[in-house]
């Protein structure tokens, strides 16, 4: 199925889905990297500023932005490990919450968003995947430059295309990418969504099947403990109709009275 692209996405009520980060690597964080570091970072690149960044990692429609670990990041997938490391350091320092006293709890959603891409790409499977989605994306603008230029032949134009550019064509994969980072996570909330649904209703009908049991029981219970005083109302009742019908027997005994007879 077709899915939007990820601008059209908000934030509006929906729950982020990085977890806390660690208040210990926080206080680790702030103890080892002293603030003069932070001052020779924002030197040597001025675009990574404090307010820039936590801007765009809390962006509208950053839930899905940053599914992306290498955009959350912003560096290539071709990295090295040593790469990584200190592009997390530097990105992590200058969202940190001790960095951002004026607005601390944007900072740690932001360092939150950092903290998470950057374990996620610690772990090769998560990475692999990550990177599995950015080739696909790639190869899907590949394609469709390809059937733009078999159609330009066809017509005998041009087979000039807007993506011989490489920043277009980067530009275009980046977009495609985002679009599939989109719509894995979207089936993946269906899904979890789905799974939700059938343990409920696992759930519930474990319930009711508990619930009657337990109702059998009782039931059962109830009928034993009555059942003595069931049989002494059988026997007293029958009893009585014994009784009953011996009276009515003896009064079919009884002799006749015998009529005097008139004088003529």
Known sequence: RSCPHPRDFTDSGETDWYPHTSPVLSSLLSRLLPRLQVKQIEKRDSVLTSKQQIDRLLRPGASYFNLNPFEVLQIDPEATDDEL??????????????????????????????????????????????????????????HMVKEKKKQLKKDGKSQDVEEDDPEVFKQAVYKQTMKLFAELEIKRKEREAKEMHERKRAREEEIEAAEKAKRDREWQKNFEESRD????????????????????NRSFLKPPKVKMEQRE
């Open 85 to 142: 490391k200190k592009r997390f350091r530097a990105l992590s320092i200058l969202v940190h919450p001790d960095k951002n006293q004026d607005d601390p709890e944007r900072a740690q959603k932001a360092f939150e968003a950092v903290d998470k891409a950057y374990k996620l790409l610690l772990d090769p499977e998560q990475k692999k995947r990550a990177l599995d989605v950015i080739e696909a994306g790639k190869e899907y603008v590949e």
């Open 229 to 248: 005083g069931r049989v002494d109302s059988w026997r007293t009742f029958q009893a009585k109709g014994k009784k009953t019908k011996e009276k009515k």
